[in-house]
């Protein structure tokens, strides 16, 4: 497990990035750091990992295994809610993966509710995870704009 650090930037939509380091703790936590460029307010919080189920749709010999995962996040903090996303993963032999997901996040971010959909693209290499977080414009209610 390691520590995860996100750091989002709201303009018309949210840029993330994420890094994964590994430690000698075995808790995963994720810290969210959100600056609103209008507002220049920060939210912070974590999330765990409440379930992951990842099933292959595509196997072929000599070439890297194609897998659907399902998984479900609880954020905690001033986001607080629960992320449920669905990915598409690639692993290669030599233990690299490449993963794009769909993510709905239900809850709240400061005195905001309501839901939003983030979408993920990223990359694993030698124990780190880098993704690239996008929020999806449309994706949620008034509630969650700006």
Same mark, same amino acid.
Not at 125 to 134: M, Q, R
């Given at each position: 497990m390691g520590i995860i650090s996100i750091v989002m930037l709201i303009t018309t =939509?949210?840029? +993330?990035?994420l890094t994964q380091v590994k430690t000698k703790d075995a808790n995963q936590k994720t810290q969210v750091a959100?600056?609103?460029? @209008?507002?220049? %307010?920060?939210? %912070?919080?974590?999330?765990? #990992? &409440? @379930?992951?189920?990842?099933k292959p749709y595509n196997e072929m010999d000599g070439t890297p295994k194609l897998i659907r995962g399902s998984? #479900? &996040? @609880?954020?905690?903090?001033?986001?607080?809610?629960?992320g449920k996303l669905e990915c598409l993963m690639m692993y290669r032999d030599d233990g690299t993966a /490449?993963? +794009?997901c769909l993510e709905r996040v239900v809850g709240s971010v400061g @005195?905001? /509710?309501g839901s939003f959909v983030l979408q993920h693209s990223g990359t694993f290499?030698?124990? #780190? =995870?880098? +993704?690239?977080? +996008?929020v999806v414009p449309g994706s949620g209610p008034e509630t969650c704009a700006g």
């Open positions: =939509a949210f840029a +993330v990035a959100q600056e609103t460029t @209008s507002m220049r %307010k920060h939210a %912070k919080a974590t999330f765990g #990992i &409440k @379930s992951w189920d990842e998984v #479900i &996040k @609880s954020y905690q903090g001033d986001i607080t809610g629960e /490449s993963f +794009v @005195s905001r /509710s290499k030698e124990g #780190i =995870a880098t +993704v690239t977080l +996008v």
